[in-house]
């Protein structure tokens, strides 16, 4: 017989035979409606769930032993399947989640932008205010414009969403669960819809709205920081010196940043170049790269973490007066399609952890970096993020770079393959008016764009001698190369504590201190802290590592084998030949007078 099977979703209809009993008809249910657990499924004449029974005490009662006959409905009520993205986690896990501590501390934060008493409209004593001299909130949209904050500081926007949460209803037990969650843009599988998953079938509940490009209101990082000039001066000498473009990854920390409300910096404390293969017009990487996990021990025995990338696009324009050409600009591009989809992968491999979110994590503060030349022919330093809504739209696999950098691809829709939405943008035409046009095939990737300040501090104390002499790493083509003797002369050259501790104190020396295994992890942190604590000038503990002590050792034979050679040359072998110094002429060493002049060779 013919049993009509009425869900939150729809009516169904499943044939089953007289003597079956419930639990064969919650797997032809679950079937059905692609339910994963057939347990949950509950069992009803009535539409009121609370009536229903659990399968659980159905499973081995026949359907004729309750009186259904040919073409009854039967209520059924399940435990919708969570989808694969985004999943959220609990109150207790979220109490739990270890964000950073510049986060920590900017929660705690009171955040209002004190303003002075007006003395053209306040008319009140010292100790009273009105709404002319009254705090403003750090998301407050005149200040903003006012100081020219293109976008406002992340703590901003969580006040903002905060308040807006409050005024709905202060009452609603809604607003004590985070305000964040990620944006996803992939078809919801597996859906309640009663058909077969994605890509077999699809529907209005597990198909993507509608996208609406438009600039992200917020940053996650509002300016970025380089501890030192030379930072940027050791990384330019690789262009200088090859004509190639380089790559490098931003170690620092992150911390607050005055000069917005609420708002985070970067700081840059070293660069590391990770193998690569350059060229004049592009870069080549392996990522991740072998090598990556040491490195980031490395940062963390030091107090940093990867904060961003940073990379070189120059062309010099042959003046010869060091003047590069110009070519990102308004009437170009900032960022090609290219790189914002290299930044949104990096950005989504360095998740920002955050207990504001129903899934513990949102965005990223990791910043990308271009060296490029200005519009005035100099070399300059922009700082950029790409939006949250791109991330997720790559992670969807919706957009792709395109030929002309200056603007992004929408991918097709394949039959049971890629579904893509429909993706719209906002623009001001030529009558001023705003209008929204389709973002297929192509879209300008300025909608993707979140601009980040950067700059030098006024007072510079860098965690790093800025004037170390150690080989960069992975600059074989420069003639230059990390290894033991290259350290044993910086090592040996010092005359003092001090001397010694600015040789140490420098992020590729102990990256190749770290590559040679000597040290033990605990030894190895102990030894970073010491050799990066300024307040400390006091090495003596350093005799008491044994694996320094090995190191040292290593070193000295290293120093005195670099140095045996060549003294060892010049006491068993004569010159085959000597050049005049009045000609110039390469003589046999036998002669005593030039072939070629007839002078002396010697006196």
């Not at 770079?401 to 993706?423: G, Q």
């Not at 590559?515 to 005799?543: R, W, Y």
Request: charged share 20%; aromatic share 8%; glycine share 6%.
């Amino acid at each position: 017989m013919l049993l009509r099977i009425r869900t939150k979703e729809g009516m169904h209809r499943v044939q089953v035979d007289t003597g079956e009993t419930f639990g064969t008809l919650a797997e032809k249910v679950a079937s059905l409606l692609k339910i994963a657990d057939p347990t949950t499924i509950a069992m009803g004449k009535n539409p009121d769930p609370s009536t229903a029974a659990a399968v659980a005490h159905l499973a081995d009662k026949t359907i004729d032993s309750a009186g259904l006959k040919h073409g009854d409905i039967i209520y059924v009520t399940y435990v919708e399947p969570e989808s694969q993205h985004n999943v959220p986690i609990q109150q207790e896990e979220i109490n739990n989640v270890n964000q950073d501590d510049v986060d920590n501390f900017l929660e705690k934060q009171r955040g209002l932008i004190d303003r002075k008493k007006d003395v053209k409209f306040c008319r009140h004593g010292d100790n009273a205010m009105c709404d002319y001299c009254m705090p403003l909130e750090p998301y407050d949209a005149g200040y903003l414009e006012e100081n020219k904050i293109k976008h406002m500081s992340f703590h901003s926007y969580l006040r903002q969403l905060n308040a807006a949460q409050r005024s709905k209803n202060s009452a609603a037990p809604s607003n004590n669960l985070p305000p964040l969650e990620e944006q996803d843009f992939t078809v919801k599988t597996p859906c309640s819809g009663g058909h077969a998953p994605w890509p077999e079938g699809i529907c209005t509940k597990c198909q993507p709205s509608a996208i609406t490009l438009q600039r992200q209101t917020y940053r996650m990082v509002d300016h970025v920081e380089f501890s030192s000039a030379s930072l940027i001066d050791t990384f330019l000498n690789y262009w200088r010196s090859t004509g190639s473009q380089r790559f490098g990854y931003l170690y620092g920390r992150y911390e607050p940043y005055l000069d917005v409300p609420l708002g985070i910096k970067a700081v840059v404390e070293a660069i590391y170049e990770p193998p690569q293969e350059d060229h004049f017009d592009g870069i080549k990487l392996t990522l991740p790269w072998e090598e990556e996990a040491k490195v980031n021990q490395v940062a963390a025995a030091c107090g940093l973490v990867q904060v961003g990338m940073i990379f070189s696009d120059l062309i010099d324009d042959g003046s010869g007066n060091g003047s590069v050409v110009a070519k990102r600009h308004v009437n170009s591009y900032f960022l090609s399609s290219l790189e914002c989809i290299f930044a949104a992968e990096m950005q989504r491999r360095h998740p920002n952890i955050t207990k504001q979110s129903i899934t513990g994590k949102f965005s990223s503060k990791f910043v990308t970096c271009v060296i490029s030349g200005d519009t005035e022919g100099n070399i300059d330093v922009k700082a950029y993020q790409v939006s949250d809504t791109l991330t997720s739209l790559n992670e969807a696999g919706i957009v792709e770079p395109s030929r002309n950098p200056s603007v992004m691809r929408v991918k097709d829709s394949i039959p049971h393959e890629r579904y893509v939405p429909e993706v719209f943008y906002k623009f001001k035409n030529e009558y001023n008016v705003v209008v929204k046009q389709p973002a297929k095939p192509t879209f300008p990737v300025e909608y993707l764009l979140v601009n980040v300040t950067n700059g030098f501090p006024h007072h510079p104390s860098p965690l790093f001698n800025p004037s170390s002499k150690f080989p960069v790493e992975n600059r074989d083509e420069l003639g230059t190369k990390q290894d033991m003797s290259s350290l044993a002369k910086l090592v040996q050259s010092t005359s003092g504590p001090e001397e010694l501790k600015a040789v140490l104190a420098d992020f590729h020396v102990l990256c190749f201190i770290e590559s040679t295994g000597i040290f033990s992890p605990n030894e190895f942190q102990a030894f970073c802290q010491l050799v990066t604590n300024k307040d400390n000038k006091d090495l003596s503990q350093l005799d008491e590592m044994s694996s320094w002590n090995t190191l040292q050792m290593l070193l000295n034979e290293a120093g005195n084998s670099s140095k045996q050679p060549s003294g060892s040359a010049s006491n068993t072998s004569k010159p085959t030949s000597v050049a005049c110094r009045h000609c110039t002429f390469n003589n046999p060493s036998s002669n005593e007078s030039c072939e070629m002049c007839g002078l002396p060779l010697s006196g």
